[in-house]
């Protein structure tokens, strides 16, 4: 299990048992097992940054394989010696320490380990300014692992990649990266959605160099195609195989799993509320907060364990399907011709943004860093912050001064270079990457107006989703709201709004469950009610209905294949982003779980603030506006000179056509 752990960059489980397992073995006195767990733990312990810990358990390891004279077990523990030194920048050492592991595996005819010392020695080889040699190294190292061991082959092409790049030879560099890149896509495709986005934490740099590559070329549709194919390939999967994600329901383990799952979670749920919120002490049984907290962390793991197992058991009974991301004419096809699609790009140094349109592409290099964009998302984010705390009621004057300040400098900083595209453009697609999915772009401020004075505003986690055929439904809207016990109260007051301009079936407090997302999707889903969302642990966080909360994987279960979700809850908008900007959030679930499109907010809402917004936006929807200009002319109605903070919060992800049962 702890080999299986560490390709998939699961280091802290690993870690984790193989402390248990190194235990378990030396107190029944196989030492030999207990050393091999070691180099295992001390995997691990690199991965996390914890090289003290990593070398202490290859001293322990090499002791005891020199004792019991295992010399090409003893050559591993070097080997993990040259990767350690690698992360280090101890260049030189690193290849004495890989080169002398490479001899010692050729001469005792373990391939595998010897690949991987044939690839320590290259990165060495690559970082002293020889590629030259470290091609040779890679090469052998590739030879030896063809048919096997896609990890390795990965980080070969990566290197061989890396290496024709250093010689200027542009050709075999794209040749290896693009193998390289398609590793991963092979490799992501069979896994569970528990995997995916560890897995790729560590994996982007062939991906990065690739689309730096096109970049430099002048390539621009080249590098788009691969950016998209990374960003849609798990959204299409899921898309597309949504059995995947359903746990079985005629399964004795699985109903096993699920009656644990449900005591876990209400454990979990306790802890929660002890860490989180403020309940009185008499309630607490004696636990103080950090207990409650250290608890809360122990149920998580629980819980995620058991996640795993029932993902895996559905993948097991599921088909997979590979989906391949649509070519860009596809996505120009779905472009009106007043429409401009911008989705944006960074690899760590520098940012760019592809202007599509229906009837062409460029790629533009952008002015300020990702640090430097992502310290004016931070500032803009703290300024909301500090207006909602305040209040309405409070003089707003000069922190929406420093708000409107900070949301120019970004909008200089990503529209200001493309704005010329955007001439005539009356709806702008947005792609964001990275720390813009934080980002309200619709606030961006450019020429004394916001630019949702000027455009509709859509949001896209891939452009791949414009293809995606239209949602319709003639059924009736459906409004679930939950006042939590009094804290929210104006959730009745959406619901009225809906059933006034829709046929809707209301479920209110106590009937408002989760169970009755299990009934055939109509045409609109308003959920209004209490939302949490967990920047630690973005999987649990949760919108808080009557009896049990709503999480990421109860989601998941249901087909919420309505044309409309609305989410008036706080910050059912934000997600957390991967490295591979695979995205974990409440609203994700929705898009997996089938829905055309969604609202959703990017922090917290006050109540009373959202009554008068919902009610412009149904009625525009009612009268068969389409969903970006609905959102947009009620969010121009509640601005009325108040803070962004109390009218901008939502945006529309997804498809923006009109309502099916809209008038049009």
């Not at 030879?169 to 986005?197: G, N, P, W």
């Not at 009185?280 to 197992?309: F, H, N, V, W």
């Not at 049990?548 to 109860?554: K, Q």
Request: a negative charge; one cysteine or more.
């Amino acid at each position: 299990m702890i080999e299986c752990y560490l390709p998939l960059n699961q280091f802290h489980k690993a870690r984790e048992l193989a402390y248990q397992v190194s235990a378990d073995y030396e107190r029944a006195g196989a030492e030999h097992d207990r050393a091999r767990t070691l180099l295992l733990l001390a995997e691990a312990e690199a991965h996390l940054g914890h090289l003290d810990a990593a070398v202490a358990a290859l001293d322990a390891a090499e002791q005891s394989f020199i004792a019991m004279g295992a010399a090409p077990w003893a050559s591993t523990a070097r080997l993990r010696r040259a990767q350690i030194a690698l992360r280090q920048g101890e260049v030189d050492q690193a290849l004495r320490d890989a080169q002398t592991a490479a001899a010692t595996f050729a001469a005792s005819q373990r391939p595998f380990y010897q690949a991987q010392a044939l690839l320590a020695q290259a990165q060495a080889e690559l970082d002293q300014g020889d590629p030259i040699a470290a091609r040779i190294s890679a090469r052998r190292a590739l030879a030896l692992i063809r048919q096997s061991a896609p990890p390795l082959r990965y980080s070969a092409h990566l290197l061989l990649g890396q290496a024709a790049l250093a010689l200027a030879d542009v050709r075999t560099a794209r040749r290896h990266l693009q193998i390289a890149v398609a590793q991963v896509e092979r490799a992501q495709q069979q896994l569970t959605i528990t995997f995916r986005s560890a897995f790729l934490e560590n994996r982007t740099a062939a991906l990065q160099a690739l689309i730096r590559l096109y970049l430099a070329q002048g390539q621009a549709a080249e590098a788009f195609a691969s950016l998209e194919r990374a960003k849609s390939q798990t959204l299409l999967t899921y898309l597309h195989s949504r059995d995947q994600l359903h746990w079985l329901t005629n399964d004795a383990r699985t109903a096993e799993l699920v009656e644990e799952l449900a005591e876990l979670r209400a454990e979990h749920h306790w802890y929660y509320r002890s860490t989180y919120e403020q309940i009185e002490p008499e309630q607490r049984a004696g636990i103080d907060a950090d207990e409650a907290a250290r608890r809360l962390a122990d149920c998580e793991r629980r819980i995620r364990a058991i996640t795993e197992k029932l993902y895996l058991r559905s993948a097991d009974q599921a088909a997979a399907r590979s989906i391949s991301a649509p070519a860009l004419s596809e996505i120009q096809a779905r472009l009106p011709s007043d429409s401009v699609l911008l989705e944006y790009y960074a690899d760590g140094d520098e940012m760019w943004v592809f202007v599509v349109k229906h009837d062409g592409i460029t790629a533009h290099s952008l002015p300020q860093t990702p640090n430097e964009v992502g310290s004016l998302i931070e500032r803009l984010q703290l300024n909301v912050d500090r207006a909602l705390r305040l209040g309405q009621a409070a003089p707003q004057v000069q922190l929406m001064q420093h708000f409107d300040g900070i949301a120019a400098r970004l909008y200089d900083a990503l529209i200001a270079p493309v704005a010329a595209a955007l001439a005539g453009c009356t709806r702008l697609y947005v792609v964001p990457y990275g720390a813009l999915h934080y980002l309200p772009f619709h606030l961006l401020h450019g020429a004394d107006r916001y630019l949702i004075e000027t455009h509709e505003i859509v949001t896209l986690p891939a452009a791949a989703l414009l293809t995606r055929p239209a949602v319709q439904r003639n059924g009736n809207a459906v409004a679930l709201t939950y006042s939590w016990d009094g804290k929210v109260p104006q959730t009745r007051a959406e619901a009225e709004i809906v059933t006034r301009l829709f046929p809707t079936i209301t479920y209110s407090e106590a009937d408002a469950v989760r169970d009755q997302l299990a009934h055939a999707p109509g045409a609109l889903l308003h959920i209004a009610a209490h939302g949490s969302f967990r920047m630690d642990e973005p999987d649990f966080s949760f919108l808080q209905l009557a009896g049990d909360p709503l999480f990421l994987d109860d989601l998941l279960q249901y087909d919420l294949s309505y044309e409309l979700v609305t989410l008036s809850a706080c910050e059912t908008g934000r997600v957390s982003v991967s490295n591979g900007d695979e995205l974990i959030g409440l609203g994700q679930g929705f898009l997996f779980g089938g829905a055309g499109a969604l609202i959703a907010s990017l922090w917290r809402i006050e109540d009373g603030a959202t009554l008068a917004l919902m009610e412009h936006l149904y009625r525009a929807l009612r009268d068969g506006q389409s969903k970006g200009a609905a959102l947009r002319a009620a969010q121009l109605t509640a601005k009325a000179g108040r803070h962004p903070a109390f009218w901008g919060a939502f945006i529309l992800i997804g498809s923006p056509d009109p309502l099916t049962n809209g008038r049009d």
